[in-house]
Every structure is written in C-alpha cells, then in structure tokens.
C-alpha cells in the first residue's frame, strides 16, 4: 500500500511540475515572442525569454522560503503553545 501511494504522489508532482513548465512556457512566450515572420529566435526574444524564466525561478524560490519561514513559525507557536519550548530536558 506504501508503494502505491508513494507512486501516486510522485504521479501527481510530476503532473503538477508538468503544469507549471506549460503555463511558464507559455507566459513567457506570449510575453517575448512578437515576429513570426522569420524561422530564427531574434536576440530580443531569448534575452526577452531568459529574462521571463529567471523571474519566474527567483519568484518561486523567494515564496518556497517565505513558505519555510511561515512553517517554522507556526511550529514554534504551536510548541510554545503547548509549552515545550523553554523547558530544560
């Protein structure tokens, strides 16, 4: 039973990493690509699209700490709630 929730859990974060590429992938390209009238990706356009991935990563991370950070907390407040923190062992 283990292993079958364990699959469906990595099933179901690659179907959300999949998600977001898609959604990223097409935010930055409708954002940075405006010419289609060459075969060629024009300098603006992938400095443009590099520029779009990078924010999207810094953005991502800056949330996952500040998710980190709001965790902690709670866990803190909740322990001293319960009055754990402070006590000598």
Known sequence: ILLA???CLL???FKE???TYNKVTENCFMD???DFTSR???PE???C???CLQKYLKMTQRISMR???YHIQQNEALAAKAGLLGQPR
Request: hydrophobic share 40%; proline share 0%.
């Open 5 to 7: 929730m364990f699959v």
């Open 11 to 13: 099933d179901f974060q």
């Open 17 to 19: 990493f999949l998600g």
């Open 32 to 34: 940075c690509v405006k």
């Open 40 to 42: 060629d990706v024009k």
């Open 45 to 47: 356009e992938s400095s």
């Open 49 to 51: 699209s590099e520029s």
């Open 67 to 69: 998710f980190q950070e």
